[in-house]
T-cell receptor
Framework: AQSVAQPEDQVNVAEGNPLTVKCTYS??????LFWYVQYPNRGLQFLLK??????LVKGSYGFEAEFNKSQTSFHLKKPSALVSDSALYFC??????????????FGRGTSLIVHP | DVKVTQSSRYLVKRTGEKVFLECVQD?????MFWYRQDPGLGLRLIYF???????EKGDIPEGYSVSREKKERFSLILESASTNQTSMYLC???????????????FGQGTRLTVV
C-alpha cells in the first residue's frame, strides 16, 4: 500500500529561525509527492509538488521541499519562519486506487507553531 | 481563479436525518473526492469519482453514499446521520494524472457538520 507518514504531531519554532516539517513515504514506482497547508477552519491549499527532476522543489510563500529517494523522504523547509506560517501542514502522495485511478493519500498532518 | 465550492460552511443536523453535502468545481476536472477530517486522524477518503455517474469507495464509506450526475457536481449523502459523523468534510477535485501537469488537488473550504 502507498502511504505517507508525518512523524511529528507538532513543530515549534521561533520566528526568523529555519523550519522543517518531516514526511516519509512508501510507494511502488515513481512517487508523486505534495505538500498542502490548512489554516483554521479552511480547506487545504496546495504548496508544492515533486513529480520528477530537481530534488529541491520551490513552492508558495517561500517554502521548499527536498526529495530524497534513498531516505524516502520529502521534508518541507523554509529558511526563515513567520508567525503567519502557523498552520496545519499535510504531506500527500498520489496513490493508485484499485480501479486504476489515482487518488491523493494524506499523512495525519503536522501542526506548525511559530512563536514571536 | 479556480474554485471548488461547498454549499455550506456550517451545518447542524439531528440524529437520523438525511443530510446532503454539495460540492461544485469550475475547473472541468474529471476526478472529485470527499474526505472527512478529524483531529489526529488527518484526512480520510470517503468516496471518489473519476467520471460522471462513476464512484469508488474510499477508506471509510460506511454510512455514506455519493452522487455525480454532472461533471462539475459531487454530492455526499449521509443516509441517516449519527453523532459519530460529526466532523469536517472536505471536497476536492483534480485532473487525471498524465504528464505531471495539474496533478495536485484543489479543495473546497470545508463543511463543519455537527450531528446532535
Amino acid at each position: 500500500a502507498q502511504s505517507v507518514a508525518q512523524p511529528e504531531d507538532q513543530v515549534n519554532v521561533a520566528e526568523g529561525n529555519p523550519l522543517t516539517v518531516k514526511c516519509t513515504y512508501s510507494v511502488s514506482g515513481n512517487p508523486y509527492l505534495f505538500w498542502y497547508v490548512q489554516y483554521p477552519n479552511r480547506g487545504l491549499q496546495f504548496l508544492l509538488k515533486y513529480i520528477t527532476g530537481d530534488n529541491l522543489v520551490k513552492g508558495s510563500y517561500g517554502f521548499e521541499a527536498e526529495f530524497n529517494k534513498s531516505q524516502t523522504s520529502f521534508h518541507l523547509k523554509k529558511p526563515s519562519a513567520l508567525v503567519s506560517d502557523s498552520a496545519l501542514y499535510f504531506c500527500a502522495v498520489r496513490a493508485l486506487a484499485s480501479g486504476g485511478s489515482y487518488i491523493p493519500t494524506f499523512g495525519r498532518g503536522t501542526s506548525l507553531i511559530v512563536h514571536p | 481563479d479556480v474554485k471548488v465550492t461547498q454549499s455550506s460552511r456550517y451545518l447542524v443536523k439531528r440524529t437520523g436525518e438525511k443530510v446532503f453535502l454539495e460540492c461544485v468545481q469550475d475547473m472541468d476536472h474529471e476526478n472529485m473526492f470527499w474526505y472527512r477530517q478529524d483531529p489526529g486522524l488527518g484526512l480520510r477518503l470517503i468516496y471518489f469519482s473519476y467520471d460522471v455517474k462513476m464512484k469508488e469507495k474510499g477508506d471509510i464509506p460506511e454510512g455514506y453514499s455519493v452522487s455525480r450526475e454532472k461533471k462539475e457536481r459531487f454530492s455526499l449523502i449521509l443516509e441517516s446521520a449519527s453523532t459519530n459523523q460529526t466532523s469536517m468534510y472536505l471536497c476536492a477535485s483534480s485532473r487525471p494524472t498524465a504528464g505531471g501537469k495539474d496533478t495536485e488537488a484543489f479543495f473546497g473550504q470545508g463543511t463543519r457538520l455537527t450531528v446532535v
